[in-house]
Every structure is written in structure tokens, then in C-alpha cells.
Nanobody
Framework: QVQLVESGGGLVQAGGSLRLSCAAS????????MGWFRQAPGKEREFVAR???????????YYADSVKGRFTISRDNAKNTVYLQMNSLKPEDTAVYFC??????????WGKGTLVTVSS
């Protein structure tokens, strides 16, 4: 069982930056694929970024095209935490951001989300 708690959301002007954090409980955090998704009002939840364990100490990052070059996902296994650094924010980035964890076994864990609002 993994519990995820997001933090770091808030109100920011367009062009600004925010860093989201997701603290995870449970064992074997380092072997989990950690991801960020978002859901804007009236829209479906969508993929934002993923940090996937590829074995040993190798992790690979993947991004949605809409955030590539602006957002960076990273993790600190010693702190059981994954981050999402968001730069050059746009009003269309406004959404509730959710943290996700999975080990590729068909089980997904989700946090409750943190709201990011980007004003124009």
C-alpha cells in the first residue's frame, strides 16, 4: 500500500514557476514509476510527466508534448519524494495536479491532488 500526498500548488501569474512535491509512504519507493497527471475543469485527467525506474540506478523521464521543455520531473529516493518543477506557466496549465505511483503490476496509487491556478 502506498499513500501519496501532494503539495506546492497555488496561484501564479503566467510566466511564473511552481514546484510541486509528492511525498510517498510505503516500501520500495525507488522501484516505483512516479508520475504527474492533471485535470482541468470540465476535462479528463491527462498525463503530464513520468519518472520510470529502468533498473539499477537508471531512471527515465517522459513528458507530455504540452509541457516538454517547461516542466521537469525529478525524485529523491532518500526522501520518498517526487517533484514537478513547472516553469513558464501558462493559463492552460491551470488544473488539479495528481501524483501517481505504480510498479507495472496493474495497481495505481493516487494522491488527492493539489490545485495550480495560472492567471493571465
Amino acid at each position: 500500500q502506498v499513500q501519496l500526498v501532494e503539495s506546492g500548488g497555488g496561484l501564479v501569474q503566467a510566466g511564473g514557476s511552481l514546484r510541486l512535491s509528492c511525498a510517498a509512504s510505503g516500501r520500495s519507493f525507488s522501484s516505483y514509476t512516479m508520475g504527474w497527471f492533471r485535470q482541468a475543469p470540465g476535462k479528463e485527467r491527462e498525463f503530464v510527466a513520468r519518472n520510470r525506474w529502468s533498473g539499477g540506478t537508471i531512471y527515465r523521464a517522459y513528458y507530455a508534448d504540452s509541457v516538454k521543455g517547461r516542466f521537469t520531473i525529478s525524485r529523491d529516493n532518500a526522501k520518498n519524494t517526487v517533484y514537478l518543477q513547472m516553469n513558464s506557466l501558462k493559463p492552460e496549465d491551470t488544473a488539479v495536479y495528481f501524483c501517481n505511483a505504480n510498479k507495472g503490476d496493474g495497481v495505481d496509487y493516487w494522491g488527492k491532488g493539489t490545485l495550480v491556478t495560472v492567471s493571465s
